[in-house]
Every structure is written in structure tokens, then in C-alpha cells.
């Protein structure tokens, strides 16, 4: 019997026996508890089970990165690929025409700039002489004033030369990024589940008023996990970060590592709480197998075992408390009982793991709701 239902029949014991026990602590002040026990050292092995769905949470859309057509088709349906992996090819014969006809431009008119400098260089002299000879009136002043004219035409003309080559560094790098783009690579690591597209295909890239071709599509693997539903009564066994074991039935022999890392928040359960409720609970895979594909079963297993030798009580002992509190009644030397709240840890058949509350040292009411007047315990929960 699970701790929640042995829990739920103490209570329901309570409706039967509470006016018998509560005549008997009219007549006497207060109800002699004769069945206490200390809690006990144990080790307390316990997993909690449930089965889900492998899906991704990293799909990934490739769609085209420009306009032309499919040359080739590297990968097929079910593949492993890498992150970086070659997933197709497009064509970028005319872009590679370009790209030789702009880079013979460019050395063109890198020479053209070079006789500039050159050009330049050599008027500067020759104004540097003329000014000595207009100084002896050798030469006029217009001639001078034509030579100064040259010169800074030539300079003008240098910036011009300098201006077109910046542009056409400029659309050449453009035409080398259209060349990358002509090579699909895999933006992440994990299984091709569609291929969309066959050579030949021809392909567009999104625009803001128009969607691009998909041609591939990939699930991550390193963000596969398990998506499925925990029992109520399993719901604060587990926790974020806690380790689990996860199988497939489509496989045998393949159990991989995982943890949770999502549960339904806590202050969300009083607002669910129901026997019959499932909580939503996700497992991330720490590694996977390229046989694994989204949307198989997968059966999970967590080990919620107490480390070592723990403190523990009957079941029966322990009443809840709220969500995640517990109580047990103490009984102390002079036979006078209170409340005590207490943690729950690991949960067997007939033992739970104390893992707050208690040092070990206690005299603890077994079924406390069987021995203890009903009323006093009421009134001791609202003191708590």
C-alpha cells in the first residue's frame, strides 16, 4: 500500500473510533497512549517509476540560405550529423564567375592606384622645384599654378581609384558570403528527421513577407528528453536535478542517464491536489544513441533512497501535514503528548525516512489518530 493511501486510511480510522475515544478522554482529562515507538536506523530502498514520450526541445528548421538551385543532397532521413556537418549543396557556378571576374577588377585598379601614388609623388617634387624657380623668376606664376592644378587633380583622382575599390571589396566579400551560403551545414548536433528537398530543387530564402523553403529538419540531441506524468503520490519524492535511469522498450539493452529538470512548481499543488492527479515532469537525456527518434516511449526509473542508515518510523506513525509537511505525536517521560513536524524522505513498504524533525531519541504514538483524542491533536495542529 502506498504511503499516501496508508495515510488516508489512518484518517478514515479516525471517523470510526473518534467519539469512543473522545467519551474516554472526557472521564479521565487525558488518553493513556500505550503503543510508542523510537525511531530506528535503516536503509530504505525505493524508486519511483513512470513512462513518457522522447521529444526534443531543439528542432531545428533549416531553410534556404539564398536563392538558386539544390546541386546536391548530402544526408537522408534518420542520419547523425554534427554540428557544422555538410547537409547539401547549392549551385554557385554563376556566383563563382563573378567572383573571378570582380577579383581581375580589383587588381586592375589596385595597379591603377599604385601608378597614382607613384605619379603623385613625383608632382610633389617637381612643385617643390618649381617653387625655387618662380622664387628666381625662371618660371610664371600661371605655370606654377597649372602644375599645383595637376597635382591636385591627381590626388583627387587617387581618392576616386581608392573609393571604387573599397566598393568593390565590399561586394566581393558579398559574393563570398553567397558562396558560403551555397554550403548547408547543420547548426546543431542530432538526428535528420525530414530531408524536404532532392537536387535540382530550386530553393528561396525567407523575406519578411514570405517564408523560406525548409529543407531540413533536425532534432537536437543533446536536448532530447522524456516528457511524461507523475502520480500524486510520487510528487515529493522527486525533485529538480535528481539522477534517473531511462530505457525504451523499442530497444533492449540501452539505458541511458538522465535528470529532472522540471516539475509542476510547488505553490501550484493545493490547486490541483487530487488521488487520481498526474503532474507533468520532464527528464533531460545527458547523452543519447543515434537509434533514438522523437516521439518513442521511454520508461523512467528514479532512485529515491535514503544515503546510508537513516532515521525512520512506521508509516503508520506519521500523519500529513499540508503539502509537504508531515506530524508525528511525541509522547514525553511524563506522558504528556505534542506535535512535532517532521520531513519525509524515502518512502518503503512499511518505513519512511525522517529526514527533519527528529534526533532519534523520541517515544513516537503509533497511530495516533487510533490512541490520541481526536480534539486534542485537532487543537495541537492549529498551535503548530
Request: hydrophobic share 40%; charged share 25%; no cysteine.
Amino acid at each position: 500500500m502506498t504511503l499516501k493511501n496508508k495515510l488516508i486510511t489512518a484518517t478514515i480510522s479516525l471517523l470510526i473510533v473518534a467519539m469512543a475515544y473522545s467519551a474516554n478522554t472526557s472521564r479521565s482529562g487525558h488518553t493513556e497512549v500505550t503503543s510508542v515507538v523510537q525511531p530506528q536506523l535503516r536503509f530504505i530502498s525505493e524508486e519511483v517509476e513512470f513512462s513518457g514520450k522522447l521529444v526534443s526541445k531543439n528542432e531545428s528548421h533549416i531553410t534556404a540560405p539564398r536563392t538558386g538551385l539544390i546541386e546536391s543532397i548530402n544526408v537522408v532521413e534518420s542520419q547523425h550529423v554534427e554540428a557544422g556537418d555538410i547537409l547539401g549543396i547549392i549551385e554557385d557556378d554563376d556566383l563563382q564567375f563573378e567572383l573571378q571576374k570582380m577579383t581581375a577588377k580589383l587588381e586592375i585598379l589596385k595597379l591603377r592606384r599604385q601608378k597614382s601614388l607613384l605619379e603623385i609623388e613625383h608632382s610633389k617634387k617637381r612643385h617643390a622645384q618649381n617653387l625655387k624657380l618662380y622664387s628666381t623668376k625662371v618660371i610664371s606664376e600661371d605655370k606654377l599654378d597649372q602644375q599645383l592644378l595637376n597635382l591636385e587633380r591627381q590626388i583627387i583622382d587617387k581618392r576616386q581609384l581608392e573609393f571604387e575599390i573599397e566598393e568593390l571589396k565590399v561586394a566581393k566579400h558579398q559574393i563570398i558570403h553567397n558562396i558560403d551560403k551555397s554550403i548547408i551545414r547543420s547548426p546543431i548536433s542530432g538526428i535528420v528527421t525530414k530531408v524536404k528537398v532532392s537536387s535540382g530543387e530550386s530553393v528561396l530564402p525567407s523575406s519578411s513577407n514570405m517564408p523560406g523553403s525548409v529543407l531540413f529538419v533536425i532534432n537536437g540531441k543533446l536536448s532530447l528528453m522524456v516528457v511524461g506524468e507523475l502520480a500524486e503520490i510520487d510528487l515529493f519524492k522527486v525533485y529538480p536535478g535528481q539522477n534517473a535511469l531511462i530505457s525504451f522498450p523499442a530497444f533492449t539493452g540501452i539505458e541511458l542517464e538522465g535528470k529532472i529538470v522540471k516539475l509542476l512548481p510547488p505553490e501550484q499543488v493545493s490547486e490541483v491536489m487530487d488521488l487520481s492527479s498526474q503532474f507533468p515532469v520532464h527528464v533531460q537525456l545527458k547523452n543519447t544513441s543515434q537509434r533514438l527518434i522523437n516521439g518513442m516511449t521511454a520508461h523512467v526509473r528514479i532512485n529515491t533512497s535514503g544515503e546510508g542508515e537513516r532515521i525512520t518510523l512506521p508509516i503508520s506513525s506519521v500523519q500529513p501535514n499540508g503539502i509537504d509537511d508531515y506530524l508525528v505525536v511525541v509522547q514525553e517521560k511524563d506522558g504528556t503528548l505534542r506535535t512535532q513536524k517532521v520531513k519525509v524522505g524515502a518512502v518503503g513498504h512499511d518505513y519512511l525516512e525522517i529526514t527533519e524533525g527528529l534526533n532519534g531519541s523520541e517515544n513516537i504514538v503509533l497511530n495516533p489518530y487510533q490512541q490520541v483524542d481526536h480534539t486534542y491533536l485537532h487543537r495541537g495542529l492549529d498551535d503548530v
